[in-house]
Each structure stands twice: as C-alpha cells, then as structure tokens.
C-alpha cells in the first residue's frame, strides 16, 4: 500500500495501473519516454576456451556467438515479444570437474538452457549436473553413447553420436576398398585416451575384424602429447595398409606431421572424428602433411547457401570454419526453434519443446531433428578427404563433390 498526497490511502495496485497509464499518454503534452522493453533470455555457452582443448573450445564459443548476434539483429524471439538471447559465457579449462562446477554458476544465473561442451568427458559431467537442475543441454559435439543412454530427459544431442559415427565410416571404408579391389587388409589405431578416443579404439577393435580388416596394434597417447616420434617409429615397424587416428586438434596435426617428416605412408590414413582432418586451419598450415587425408566426421552440406554464407562470415573474421563453428551455430538455432514454440524460457516448457522438435531449416547433411531419448535419430556424418588443398566430401554420394582418392600416391 502507498500513502496518495490527499491523505487517501491508495492500493498498489492502482497506484501501479495509474502510473502506465500515464506514463503511455504522456504527461503535460510530453510524449511517453517509457516504453516496454523485450526481457533477456539468458542462455549458458559452455565449453573449454582454455587448457589443451582450447583452440576447439574458442571455435565452438564463436559460432555461438554468431547464431546469437543473427538471431537478436533478426528480432529475437517472435512468440516472446522479441526477446533477445543473452549469452553467459563459462569455461571448462579442458576439465569435467570444472565444466560440473561452472553448470552450478549458470544455474545460479538463471540460464534457461546451455549448449556445449565439445569434449565427451566434459559432457558426461556437465549434462549429469544439468540435470539436478532441470536445465535443459543441448550437446553439441560429444559423442560418446554415454551422453544419452542414462536417461537424462534434459539432455539433447543434435550432431550423432559415437556408434553412428563408427558403424558409417566402417560401411563407407568397405565401400571404398571393394572399390579400389581390396588393397587394404591391416590397420593400426592410434587414439587419445580420454572418453573419446578410448571408446572409439574398444568400438573399432570390436567391428573391424568382422569386416575382414586384421587390427595390428592400438597406441593409446596422452592429452596433451607433444612427441609422436616412438609411436611414429612403431607404425613403421608393423607397417599396416591404413592408419586410423581419432584425437583433437594438436596432437592430430604432430601426429601427421611426424608421419610425413618420417616418410611413413600407409595406404590410407582414414580417420574417424580426426582432430584435424577435417580442418581448414590444418589444410592451410600444413599442406603437405594433410593431402589425402581421409576423415568420418561432422560436416555441413556443401551445397546450402545459408551454410556457404555463413563461412565467408567466418573467413571474413579471419577464423576457420570448422565443425566446432557450425555445430554450434546451429545448436543455438535448434534452441531459439524451441523457444519460439515453447513461448516461454521456463525450463520445463523448453525441455518438452526440444524433446518434441522437428526442426528442418538447418544445414547439415540431416533430415528434420527428432530426438529418441536424447539424440537426434536423423543426424548423420559424412566422409571427407583433403584434394587439393581443400576439404571435399566423398561420401555419401547425395551429398559429395569430389571422388576419393585411394591409395593415396605414394610421393
């Protein structure tokens, strides 16, 4: 209750309804100076921009940002009365704990939503502590099985996941060696040992042999490894037709880089979920080393003009378009779909709009987003190989614009 000038005591809520009124006519002829304003919806960008993964990390905060910024100059959120995004940015440093730790800060914030956090290890723990709190994770990367077979109902992986990934590079390494008539019949895999590349290395040595290729060895490194001389020297000893790497950025790119100044040159280097080989910064560093590479992996559909456009953007900002750009690109437009039907930043609300989507107006090589107990059924990978100094897909055909190229030359 407030107390009027005439002594009257005046309720609140009068009080409140004859201050807008006046406040929308003006006053003394003066025109109205408040106006409403489109409240924030504040959303958490999670992931590691420092430690080891950082160069991955940063890439994946700038595709963020740049959905974020295109959204709020487009008008925000429709159905919201224009809200805009508000991004609050958190780093994991490239560690589970700390990316648990910084779920907790953006709860306390009041974030309706997070998207990140690239690394699997860091995903297994943000998305358990996402879901103490209701908070629906949008994965953007992460792919061990792990991050959606726990039943967490708040978590949503948009890119697929490890045993799609690893079943499609199989099928297509079969495709590619019948077609070339079977030269290659051993492989080495060398992996990270983290969540990620060791469950790839156990999901490989379980497939591989049914499809008649003999795994020679598995080399486990360290992250960060900052010398591939022993392990270089151990491929050439065993000498097997392909070599499959699956590790990030760094040690991806001084693995091949020690390979070539070593003059180890296997049939193939066929990566899955390769670091680097899928990766505009490596093709323009390193030239040389990268040439042939072949890589399973996150891709955009070459053929988009909205994806196309979005990488001049990218290049005119002087980064690289890579996955980690536009996955999280359009993470935050499978976001702001579901805000716009949902109408409402209540997390609740939210995690039933993102469970029920069928957002198609993306551009990765996918049909529309269905999700089956948090992962987006319809999301695939594709295949892609370096030629000439750029970044071709092979396969599938649907979606490819240049022919492999296998074996590789041997100089």
Partial sequence: MTIGKTGFRVSRRRFLAGTAVTAAAGIGGFPAILKAQPRTIKVGILHPVTGPLAPSGQQCRLGAKLAIDTINANGGIASMGGAKLEPIYADAQSKPDVGAAEVEKLNEAGAAA????????????TTQAAAKHGIPHIV?????????????????????????????????????????????KTVMIVHEESAFGAGMAKTLNEKLPAMGFEVLE??????????????????????????????????????????????????????????????????????????????????FDPRNPVALELKKKVEAEKAFFSYEVFLNHECVRLLA????????????????????????????PYGPTRFVNGQNVGAAPVNTQVLGKDIKVIFPKDFANAKPVFPAPKA
């Fill in 140 to 184: 953007d990367v992460g792919v061990v099985d792990q991050v959606v077979t726990r039943g967490l109902t708040n978590t949503f992986r948009f890119g697929p996941g490890l045993s799609k990934i690893v079943d499609t590079a199989i099928e297509n390494l079969v495709a590619l060696n019948n077609q070339a008539g079977k030269p290659a």
């Fill in 337 to 364: 779909d579901a805000l716009e039907r949902a109408a409402s930043a209540d997390r609740g609300a939210l995690t039933q709009a993102l469970a029920a989507s069928g957002w198609g107006n993306h551009f990765m």
């Fill in 218 to 299: 598995t080399i486990p490194h360290a992250n960060p490894t900052r010398d591939f001389n022993n392990i270089a020297l151990k491929i050439k000893g065993r000498n097997p037709d392909l070599l499959i790497p699956s590790n990030y950025y760094n040690e991806f790119v001084l693995l091949a880089r020690t390979l070539r100044q070593q003059k180890i040159r296997p049939k193939a280097i066929y990566a899955v979920l390769g670091g680097a080989a899928s990766q505009y910064r490596f093709v323009q560093e390193f030239p040389d080393a990268a040439e042939y590479i072949m890589d399973c992996n996150h891709w």
């Fill in 114 to 125: 997070i998207v990140g956090p690239f690394a699997s290890g860091i995903a297994l723990a």
